[in-house]
Structure formats: structure tokens, C-alpha cells
């Protein structure tokens, strides 16, 4: 499979924990994209890497989420003490990063519930 | 006023069926535009991007009118597997990432 691949790909966590998701993209894209999609709502921005340099990070990154990038391929999305408003789908896209219009592949995404 | 705005529907058609769906965007600086289909706890798939002379795919055309900053996506003989939420999909001013509408659920009924 070369698509975007997710793992894991639900998660179950109590309040308070903390929790890694990784994302593998599409080998040759340089470009790769954390969303948000909760019920009901389109995804929302979350950040983005061109290779493994962060170059966007929306306001809905709180200081309890990180994301690294560390070699330019995969990239992991970190929530450190969770609440249950984090409760969502976590999508993860990438492009091939030639052009800013680039289209851009979503993964399956990891769905996280915060009991 | 929501960057991106579309109808949440859901729109029920019997197959066969023409439907249309229309978005609006507010940032005038926006210089793409896509739609995306997503099928139940899904992730999205891009449908086709949106060019100002208007583009086609088969069963599917979409239109762009920048001057009322509206995007249009209409399907033609609807089928049972069009069945999905449509997403409307605007790229903000040069920058990468993508501004998502709600969705616009369509149902397509035997």
C-alpha cells in the first residue's frame, strides 16, 4: 500500500494521559498536514511540514500538542495531558510539496476518545 | 462569516437524479479550490479541483465564480455510490494548507 498510512488507528485514553500518533506519508511527498475533524465539521489545520522544518502551526495547536518531523518522513502529533474536547478524528495528509496547490492525501486517520 | 460555508443538507435525490451543491468562501485572496467526497468515518478523497473556466469529469462539473466568491459542484444521473458528504475546499491566499466547509451530506435513494 503507498498511500498515507495511520497509526494506531483508535485510540482509547483516560483524562489526563498522554498520547502519540504516528503518520507515514507518501514516500516521495515532502510536504505533510495534521487536521482535526470532529463530528459534524470539516477537518481543521492543526500544522504542517515541509520536510522536517514546521512551518505553519494553527491556534487550535494548544502548548499541550507537539508534532515533529524529525527526518523529513514520518511525523508524530503528541497530546500531553488530555481533555475530552480533544476527543476527534486526527487526520493526517500529505503533498508532494513541488507547488502550494499541491493535492493533498489523507491517511485513514486515528480516532481518539477521551473518556 | 465562516470561511467556507455550505449548506449541511442532507440532500435526498432518487437515483438518476440532478443535484447541486454550492459554497461560498469569504477570503477574496483564496487561490484554489476543491471538492472532496467523504464516505462515513472515512477520510476524505479529493473529487476534482475547481477552475475559473469551469471543469468536468464525468458525471460531475464544477464552476468557480470569484467575483461572488461561490463554488458550485453539480452531479448528473446521481447513483446510489454517490452517496457521501461533500466537502467544500479553499487554499488561503498562497499558503498550503486547506480551509474545509462542513460538508453537504447527499443520500441517493433506490
Known amino acids: 500500500d503507498t498511500g498515507v498510512s495511520q497509526n494506531p488507528r483508535h485510540k482509547i485514553t483516560k483524562r489526563g494521559q498522554n498520547v502519540t500518533f504516528r503518520c507515514d506519508p507518501i514516500?516521495?511527498?515532502?510536504?505533510l498536514y495534521w487536521y482535526r475533524q470532529t463530528l459534524g465539521q470539516g477537518p481543521e489545520f492543526l500544522t504542517y511540514?515541509?520536510?522536517?522544518?514546521?512551518?505553519?502551526k494553527s491556534r487550535l495547536l494548544s502548548d499541550r500538542f507537539s508534532a515533529e518531523r524529525p527526518k523529513g518522513s514520518f511525523s508524530t502529533l503528541e497530546i500531553q495531558r488530555t481533555e475530552q474536547g480533544d476527543s476527534a478524528m486526527y487526520l493526517c495528509?500529505?503533498?508532494?510539496?513541488?507547488?502550494?496547490?499541491?493535492?493533498?492525501?489523507f491517511g485513514p486517520g486515528t480516532r481518539l476518545t477521551v473518556l | 462569516r465562516k470561511e467556507v460555508e455550505q449548506d449541511p443538507g442532507p440532500f435526498n435525490v432518487p437515483e438518476g437524479a440532478t443535484v447541486a451543491f454550492n459554497c461560498t468562501y469569504s477570503n477574496s485572496a483564496s487561490q484554489s479550490f476543491f471538492w472532496y467526497r467523504q464516505d462515513c468515518r472515512k477520510e476524505p478523497k479529493l473529487l476534482m479541483s475547481?477552475?475559473?473556466s469551469g471543469n468536468e469529469d464525468g458525471r460531475f462539473t464544477a464552476q468557480l465564480n470569484r467575483a461572488s466568491q461561490y463554488i458550485s459542484l453539480l452531479i448528473r444521473d446521481s447513483k446510489l455510490s454517490d452517496s457521501a458528504t461533500y466537502l467544500c475546499?479553499?487554499?488561503?491566499?498562497?499558503?498550503?494548507?486547506?480551509?474545509f466547509g462542513k460538508g453537504t451530506m447527499l443520500l441517493v435513494s433506490p
Open positions: 475546499v479553499v487554499n488561503k491566499g498562497g499558503y498550503s494548507t486547506l480551509t
Open positions: 475547481v477552475y475559473s
Open positions: 514516500s516521495e511527498h515532502n510536504r
Open positions: 495528509a500529505s503533498s508532494l510539496g513541488v507547488s502550494p496547490t499541491d493535492t493533498q492525501y
Open positions: 511540514f515541509q520536510n522536517e522544518a514546521q512551518l505553519e
